[in-house]
């Protein structure tokens, strides 16, 4: 049973917004000339595609697309139909933060959740300059927040000041959860849930809404994971997500998951230990280090069988030209197709 976080934590400080707003529009320029001048409607042809909902069978005219053919309704009477898809006005752009503890991660200047968190930014932006639907799920080991998809600029802005002032899920197992019972709604009607703690337990598992999720957008919208990724067991309805909506998961990594640093031995934190761990190098911890990310790569890719569904980019990495190469990448595979 799903049950509420405290009060607490979903009103967002009037100070932390005006922070993340001042962040947010400072992003915006360099957006809005991604999407004027580099983009030139990648982002939008990438999600569109040719048509989103079917509409009637009509005669084919020379000059249509024979992918559109309706072979069973030619076959029937005769002469060549085809099918009319009506492409919807506008995208809505669903965005699933996992806010995992292993995502407060950095073997540099930024962490990992910092880096995920102006991904997301980005791509709410990317929405507001091309006039779409935002909407998102923030989901933690505490609980999570939905913020149901709106439109305009002012609002998607808000959202997203909103999305990047979360505060992290904490390291040392408590949360501040309170009994069950109380239910909490956030400004501008987005809903809260959680579960009571199990005692002396820590679960590294960010509780995402699955089954409110299938019903949180129109059918065709666009799923956007972001998350660690950690290999995991099979998820219950991913199989019916994937069919309702464009799937996509977006990934952010430290140079040091990708290869252990080499020479002397080097401390670190890990968050999901909840201890400092010593990496000195050795085969057997290179061996583990290699074998774990292979499971997490083939975890990832069976979550997202297409290659141009699964973003992957380094702390290091610039995240708007990351954007911009994916999308370009999508635009490009549909025009071969």
Do not use: C
């Not at 002397?264 to 010593?278: E, F, I, M, N, Q």
């Amino acid at each position: 049973m799903i049950r509420p976080m405290p009060p607490a934590a979903v009103q967002d400080s009037p100070a932390s917004l005006t922070s993340q707003l001042a962040i947010l529009r400072r992003l915006e320029w360099r957006v809005r000339h991604a999407v004027e001048n580099i983009l030139s409607g990648e982002y939008r042809s990438a999600f569109r595609g040719r048509g989103m909902e079917f509409d009637q069978v009509v005669k084919y005219e020379f000059g249509d697309d024979v992918r559109d053919i309706d072979w069973n309704v030619t076959a029937r009477l005769g002469e060549p139909y085809r099918k009319k898809f009506v492409e919807e006005r506008e995208v809505t752009v669903l965005l699933v933060f996992e806010d995992s503890p292993s995502l407060q991660f950095g073997s540099s200047a930024q962490s990992k959740r910092e880096a995920l968190l102006e991904l997301a930014g980005l791509v709410m932006l990317l929405a507001a300059v091309n006039r779409d639907r935002v909407g998102y799920v923030h989901a933690t080991p505490g609980g999570y927040s939905l913020r149901e998809p709106v439109r305009g600029r002012g609002q998607i802005l808000h959202a997203a000041s909103t999305l990047l002032g979360r505060p992290p899920p904490p390291l040392d197992g408590g949360d501040g959860r309170r009994e069950a019972g109380d239910r909490t709604k956030e400004p501008g009607g987005s809903t809260s849930g959680g579960r009571q703690p199990v005692s002396g337990l820590r679960s590294p598992v960010s509780e995402i809404p699955w089954s409110l999720l299938s019903h949180a957008a129109p059918r065709h919208s666009v799923l956007i994971w972001l998350s660690d990724f950690p290999p995991r067991a099979a998820l219950e309805g991913w199989t019916v997500l994937r069919r309702r909506y464009q799937t996509m998961g977006f990934r952010v990594d430290d140079p040091w998951e990708r290869q252990l640093p080499t020479g002397d031995t080097l401390t670190a934190y890990d968050p999901l230990a909840g201890r400092l761990v010593a990496l000195d190098g050795t085969a057997v911890q290179r061996a583990e280090h290699a074998g774990w990310v292979k499971r997490r790569e083939a975890a990832f890719r069976d979550l997202f069988p297409d290659h141009l569904s699964r973003l992957v980019v380094s702390t290091e990495e610039p995240r708007l030209e990351a954007l911009v190469r994916f999308f370009q990448a999508r635009m490009g595979n549909r025009r071969r197709g």
